[in-house]
C-alpha cells in the first residue's frame, strides 16, 4: 500500500508471497537490507524475506502455508522470519530466526536453525533489518539482536518475501529494500543450431543481402549484369565441432563469362553477420568478410579454389591458398560440390572428381553462407539442392 509491499492486510486467515522473478546468484555474497513493518491487528503471526530455491521447485509464484508457516512454510529454500508470536521450538514470540522450512507434518509450524529475541515488541513497529549471505552462513540482524547460522543456501536463489495471519491478524509489510551484490545471473546462452537444422535457401529463414534473390527454385545470387553482387547466410552460426560437410549444385551461365561464386565460411567471432557482403568482381562477393571461401571462379579460367579473403589492398582480388583447374569448363554448366570442413582442414571435390584441399584453422563457429559477384563481364550465378551436414 502506498510505497510498501503490503504481504497481508490485518484479517484472519491471509496469506502473501512476492518474488523477484529473475534468479540471483550467490556465490559473491550477498546482502539484503529493508525495513519491515508489523501492526494494525490482534498479534501474529510475522513475515519472511524468502531464498527460494529453484532448483527444488521454487518458482516466483510460489507461496507457502499459513498462520505460524508465515507464508513460507512449504517453499524449497530458507528464510529470516520475524514472528511476532510463538512458533515450534520458540515458545515466545518476537524473535528474529533462520528457518530452513516447515516442521515435517506440520506446515503451519516452521523449523528454527537459530533465533534471538528481540529487544522490543514487533507489534505496531517498523524494524530495519540486514540479512548478509557469505561463506555459507547466513546472518541477520534487527535492532542489534543477530542471528548467525551456517546454512546451505543454493548458488541461485529467487529473493523473496512472505507473511501470514491465522486466527490472530496483522498487517505486514516491506519498504526500502536494498540489495547488494547477487548478480542476476544470465539465462544460458542458446545452443547453435544442428547442421542438419539448416535448410535449403529456398524453404526460408536464409538472409539474402545485394542482388540475391529466391528465383526458380534456386538461391540466384546475381542475375547476369554487369557489377552485381549478393550474398546469402544462414543466420545462426553453426559449431564446426567434430566436422560439417556443405553439399549443393552450382551453376553459372547465361552471361558473358565471369566472375564466379563462392561457398563461405564466415566468422562471426571476427564481425561477420548475416547481412555482410564482400566486394564485386574477383571478389566473388566474399572479399572483406571475415572467413574462409570455397570459391567456384570462371575468369580467367575454369578453377576452384580455397581463399581467406581479399588480397591487402587489392578488394576485388582474392588470396588463394590452394586452387586446382578444372576439367572442363564452369560456363553454362552445373556442378555438384561437396565441402568437408573440420577445425584444421577444408577439402573441396567437384563432380567427385578433382579436389583442392587446404590445412588451415577454421573457427570454431561459422555463418554458412554463398556470395557471387560479376564485374565488366556478366553471368548468373545460383546454387540448389543445398544441404549442410555433420561430417
Do not use: C
Not at 491478524?169 to 542476476?184: D, Q
Not at 536464409?206 to 550474398?231: E, F, K, M, V
Not at 565441432?241 to 571476427?270: C, H, K, N, Q, Y
Not at 561437396?338 to 582442414?345: D, F, L, Q, Y
Amino acid at each position: 500500500m502506498g510505497s510498501a509491499l503490503q504481504l497481508t492486510p490485518a484479517q484472519p486467515d491471509q496469506k502473501g508471497s512476492a518474488f523477484f522473478p529473475t534468479q540471483l546468484d550467490t556465490s559473491a555474497g550477498l546482502t539484503v537490507e529493508y525495513d519491515a513493518t508489523i501492526a494494525g491487528g490482534t498479534g501474529a503471526d510475522g513475515l519472511a524475506m524468502i531464498l527460494a530455491d529453484p532448483a527444488r521447485g521454487a518458482t516466483a509464484t510460489s507461496l507457502g502455508g499459513g498462520g505460524g508457516s508465515l507464508g513460507f512454510g512449504g517453499i524449497p529454500g530458507s528464510a529470516v522470519a520475524l514472528s511476532s508470536f510463538p512458533n515450534g521450538t520458540q515458545t515466545t514470540g518476537n524473535f528474529v530466526g533462520i528457518s530452513p522450512g516447515a516442521q515435517a507434518g506440520a506446515w503451519q509450524t516452521l523449523s528454527w536453525a537459530g533465533a534471538a529475541p528481540l529487544p522490543s515488541p514487533l507489534q505496531d513497529t517498523t524494524r530495519h533489518v540486514k540479512v548478509t549471505i557469505s561463506g555459507g552462513t547466513v546472518t541477520a540482524t534487527v535492532d542489534g539482536a543477530t542471528v548467525s547460522q551456517p546454512v546451505t543456501v543454493p548458488q541461485k536463489v529467487l529473493l523473496g518475501f512472505s507473511a501470514s495471519t491465522g486466527g490472530l491478524t496483522n498487517r505486514h509489510e516491506i519498504r526500502n529494500l536494498v540489495v547488494t551484490g547477487g548478480v542476476v545471473a544470465p539465462p544460458p546462452p542458446p545452443p547453435p543450431p544442428a547442421p542438419s537444422q539448416i535448410p535449403d535457401p529456398t524453404a526460408g529463414g536464409w538472409q539474402l543481402n545485394g542482388t540475391s534473390s529466391i528465383a526458380g527454385g534456386t538461391l540466384q545470387l546475381t542475375p547476369a549484369a554487369s557489377d552485381a553482387r549478393g550474398s546469402a547466410f544462414y543466420p545462426s552460426a553453426v559449431d564446426v565441432g567434430s566436422g560439417i560437410t556443405v553439399e549443393f549444385d552450382a551453376t553459372i551461365a547465361d552471361g558473358t563469362g565471369a566472375d564466379g561464386l563462392a561457398m563461405v565460411l564466415a566468422d562471426p567471432a571476427r564481425g561477420a553477420t548475416a547481412t555482410s557482403l564482400g566486394g564485386g568482381g574477383g571478389s566473388l562477393g566474399f572479399g572483406g568478410i571475415p572467413g574462409i571461401a570455397v570459391g567456384l571462379s570462371t575468369y580467367p579460367s575454369s578453377a576452384v579454389g580455397i581463399s581467406d579473403g581479399a588480397l591487402t589492398g587489392a578488394w576485388q582480388t582474392l588470396n588463394w591458398v590452394s586452387t586446382a583447374q578444372l576439367l572442363t569448363p564452369l560456363q553454362n554448366t552445373t556442378k555438384r560440390v561437396k565441402v568437408t570442413i573440420t577445425r584444421t582442414t577444408v577439402t573441396a571435390v567437384v563432380d567427385g572428381g578433382v579436389t583442392v584441399t587446404k590445412a588451415m584453422a577454421v573457427p570454431e563457429r561459422v555463418l554458412v553462407g554463398f556470395s557471387a559477384a560479376t564485374g565488366g563481364l556478366t553471368n548468373r550465378h545460383a546454387v540448389k539442392n543445398v544441404s549442410v551436414a555433420a561430417a
